[in-house]
């Protein structure tokens, strides 16, 4: 398994932009599917964006156009650039590392075997 730990998170207005990073170490990093999920307050963890180890990328319905998901395989990182970010937006940000890499369950947690520590990102109106 790899260690994950994300950084970058904050509080920004309506209409800002934040750049999320996820750090891995551990394991053979290109071998991932990386995704990016998020936890409201009181609701489960959701899916937002993944990228496959070449790079092909996917995002949930809410986030598609305003979120980009990057890798660096060099680097064991991956990025998750927010832009025209709203108030539910607000979440904390988990990054997660998923073995398998099957499409279709991409979104599911429990195809993930590492996770980060989460970092908070807060939306003002």
């Known amino acids: 398994q790899v260690q994950l730990v994300e950084s970058g998170g904050g509080l920004v207005q309506a209409g800002g932009s934040l750049r999320l990073s996820c750090a891995a170490s551990g394991g053979i990093f290109s071998r991932y599917f990386m995704g990016w999920f998020r936890q409201a307050p009181g609701k489960g963890r959701v899916f937002v964006a993944g990228i496959s180890w070449n790079s092909r990328t996917y995002y949930s319905d809410d986030v598609q156009g305003r979120f980009t998901i990057s890798r660096d395989n060099a680097k064991n990182t991956v990025i998750l650039q927010m832009n025209s970010l709203k108030p539910e937006d607000t979440a904390v940000y988990f990054c997660?590392?998923?073995?398998?890499?099957?499409?279709?369950?991409?979104?599911?947690?429990?195809?993930?075997?590492?996770w980060g520590q989460g970092t908070q990102v807060t939306v003002s109106s």
């Open positions: 997660a590392a998923n073995p398998r890499g099957e499409i279709a369950t991409m979104t599911w947690r429990t195809e993930y075997d590492s």
